[in-house]
């Protein structure tokens, strides 16, 4: 089974900047896509951004120009730098990763990003 540690949550002031990180373990493989949801009080989970193995990104349009996702292969390790942060970007962030042979996501613990005005 696959783990996911996730680090770098706490709090900001609106403009700021922070930077998630997420290490998978427990598996021989490499994951195919790894990435980042978010949920805020009251609101349905919402993909944030995502990298493949190949270094394909996908972004949320709220969030594009702004964060910036990116993976290290040999740590099996994803990051997601949030730059210019609004108090609507306050949620509690997961990262997640598929990994083969499964077709579904491993998540991580989550980690809460609070943004103040």
């Known amino acids: 089974q696959v783990q996911l540690v996730e680090s770098g949550g706490g709090l900001v002031q609106a403009g700021g900047s922070l930077r998630l990180s997420c290490a998978a373990s427990g598996s021989n493989f490499r994951p195919y896509t790894m990435g980042w949801y978010r949920q805020a009080p009251g609101r349905q989970r919402e993909l944030v951004a995502a990298?493949?193995?190949?270094?394909?990104?996908n972004y949320a349009d709220s969030v594009k120009g702004r964060f910036t996702v990116s993976r290290d292969n040999a740590k099996n390790t994803v990051y997601l730098q949030m730059n210019s942060l609004k108090p609507e970007d306050t949620a509690v962030y997961y990262c997640?990763?598929?990994?083969?042979?499964?077709?579904?996501?491993?998540w991580g613990q989550g980690t809460q990003v609070t943004v103040s005005s």
């Open positions: 997640y990763a598929i990994t083969p042979p499964a077709l579904s996501p491993d």
């Open positions: 990298v493949a193995t190949n270094g394909n990104t």
